[in-house]
């Protein structure tokens, strides 16, 4: 008998060693007894209206044994559709996170077709929600058996956090209603607080920029939203603080005008979150980061009138070697920009390496608010371009609603980003733009990457709202950001990555030394001073105490984002 049970007792620690999803340090994973059966999928997907799938890596019909010759065509063609691939859940927008971090597991549609196609970060199981209720579900049952669970919207995400391997994705893109208030009151009319607003917008989860500007067009507003028409309105972009690319100079952040979050927390609970309800809720969804407190199914954010605008283009190419085109070409352009600035004129300004001989393209977009007539934008370029306008390649200058302005099908990328936030004090500095040219030439860019700027400053720096990003948002002149172009091998990644981090992330904070502050949203994946960068560490510990009130088991969580320094990379795993 005692031999019997000291057997029993060697078996029981067998498992307990074997499976560290029943010590609950990782999360459940399919190989594991823990992980759902498949009556368990069955009855989810029952519960929500036959909307569970399986999703594939789109590709995976251009490789044996699966392969078909007109849906590879097909998937082929599509590939770099930013649409197309928003609606698949099998995809993402920045195809360098559908592959594994650590093996070389990929499924691509241009390799050969006898490589085999692996699932790599694509979840096992999505569920494709349609209603508030089925979120609710979803998250209930991924909290029941201990699931790592993903959130996607559109598939954008710089770091990562929409999919993940031996993943459960909610897939919140069909939850795309869109309601104009004339006069919107934060917790309904009958609220007991009684604060209206004025005129808003409530959208679901699902909108994307594209269809939130065109919805706004017929009616004549805007909101302060992001240039590219495919990224999600409601999700991590307005979560991470949401930064425009030229509408936040006159208007503020994304965040600076969410009046109400409509959220489905750990519990599965859907709560209202506003300036009087679930204060703390609110404060952190606005920059703490998305993926990390609950699932947004809706935001309210205040409206403007979709002004008529005028942009003008100045474009100047040259070689990165040629010390010259950094100080007279690319210092001119940001000297206009700042120029502009002062005229109430917000701009953005990019630059791309073209070759890997050093030609570089670089291009400053001059925005001019509420006017109709070119001759306003060009009787402003004279005097501050003045005899150097003759080096720069001067596009007509057009003229629409400030909506019309947004890319509404950007293609596909593999990229990595960094950024850094410039201070007010740096850029108006006398010699604050040729500083800028300089530091921006130390950069040891590669053919296909670049740096891009987005105006901060104006109303950004005058409003006195809390929120948790960085104290220093509120004194900052332009977000820098750095895209660093991928191959999709797994070497070429983890050098990338490796590249990124040690040697282009110094010399980017470098470009203003007097401070070290990034955008999580356009962040290094991979940064390793995350809390301080992104939050400021006084900030950063009131997230942490909001993240263990509303999820104190960790449900939610991202790739650098609040709390995740107690996991894996994956958020599989505690470490």
């Known amino acids: 008998m005692a031999l019997f049970r000291l057997s029993a007792a060697i078996v029981v620690i067998f498992l307990y060693i074997w499976s560290p999803s029943q010590r609950i340090q990782c999360r459940c994973r399919s190989f594991e007894r823990c992980w759902p059966s498949q009556q368990d999928w069955s009855a989810l997907n029952n519960s929500i209206s036959g909307h569970l799938v399986n999703p594939r890596p789109v590709a995976y019909v251009c490789h044996d044994p699966d392969f078909d010759h007109d849906a590879c065509e097909h998937v082929r063609y599509m590939a ?41 970060r694509i979840p096992l199981y999505a569920a ?48 795309n209603s869109i309601l104009y208030h004339s006069n919107f009151c934060p917790g309904g009319s009958h609220s007991k607080y009684q604060t209206c607003a004025g005129p808003a917008v409530s959208i679901g989860a699902g909108v994307m920029f594209r269809d939130l500007y065109a919805r706004g067009a017929e009616r004549g507003f805007v909101v302060t939203g992001g240039d590219s028409g495919t990224v999600g309105a409601a999700g991590g972009f307005i979560q991470g603080g949401g930064v425009p690319a030229f509408m936040g100079y006159t208007w503020g952040l994304a965040v600076d005008n969410v009046l109400e979050f ?27 980061g998305g993926g990390s407190f609950g699932i947004v199914v809706r935001v309210t954010m205040r409206t403007y009138p979709d002004l008529p605008t005028l942009k003008g283009e100045l474009t100047v190419s040259g070689n990165r070697h040629d010390p010259s085109f950094w100080t007279e070409d690319i210092a001119g352009l940001l000297n206009a920009l700042r120029a502009f600035n002062h005229l109430d004129a917000p701009g ?7 070759s890997a001989k050093g030609s570089i393209s670089a291009v400053l977009e001059v925005y001019l608010l509420n006017r109709t007539l070119a001759e306003d934008l060009t009787r402003m370029m004279g005097p501050i371009l003045g005899t150097s306008r003759r080096k720069y390649n001067i596009s007509p200058i057009t003229v629409g609603k400030i909506s019309s302005f947004a890319n509404p099908n950007e293609p596909t990328i593999t990229e990595f980003f960094g950024s850094t936030i410039l201070s007010r004090n740096f850029f108006e500095s006398p010699n604050g733009p040729l500083v800028m040219a300089k530091r921006m030439a130390a950069i040891n860019l590669d053919p296909g990457d670049g740096l891009l700027t987005s105006n901060l400053g104006g109303r950004i720096n005058n409003e006195n709202s809390d929120l948790p990003l960085h104290p220093a948002w509120r004194s900052s002149a332009h977000l820098v950001s750095l895209v660093v172009n991928v191959d ?17 992330m110094p010399m980017l904070y470098a470009i203003d030394s007097s401070q070290w502050v990034s955008y999580s949203n356009m962040g290094n994946p991979n940064e390793p001073d995350f809390k301080e960068r992104y939050w400021g560490m006084r900030n950063y510990r009131r997230l942490v105490s909001i ?8 449900l939610f969580i ?3 984002g609040v709390r995740s320094d107690g996991w894996d990379s994956e958020g599989m795993c505690r470490t």
């Open 547 to 554: 993240k263990k009130k509303w999820d104190p088991k960790d």
């Open 262 to 288: 409509e959220v489905v927390v750990a519990t599965g609970q859907l709560v209202i979150a506003n300036a009087d309800e679930n204060a703390d809720l609110f404060w952190a969804l606005r920059g703490g």
């Open 558 to 560: 991202a790739r650098v």
């Open 488 to 504: 999709t091998s797994l070497r070429a990644r983890e050098r990338a990555m490796v590249r990124l981090t040690d040697e282009l």
């Open 80 to 120: 770099n559709n930013s649409l197309w691939r928003a609606s698949m859940p099998g995809a993402l927008q920045n195809t360098v996170w559908e592959s594994s971090l650590v093996s070389t597991q990929t499924c691509l549609p241009f390799s050969a077709r006898e490589q085999p196609c692996n699932q790599g």
């Open 128 to 175: 494709v929600v349609e209603s508030k209720k089925e979120v609710q579900t979803a998250v209930r049952f991924a909290r029941k058996y201990n699931l790592r669970l993903v959130i996607r919207n559109t598939g954008h995400d710089g770091a990562g956090s929409s999919s993940g391997p031996e993943s459960f994705q909610i897939f919140t893109h069909r939850l």
């Open 348 to 354: 953005v300004f990019r630059l791309i390496q073209t």
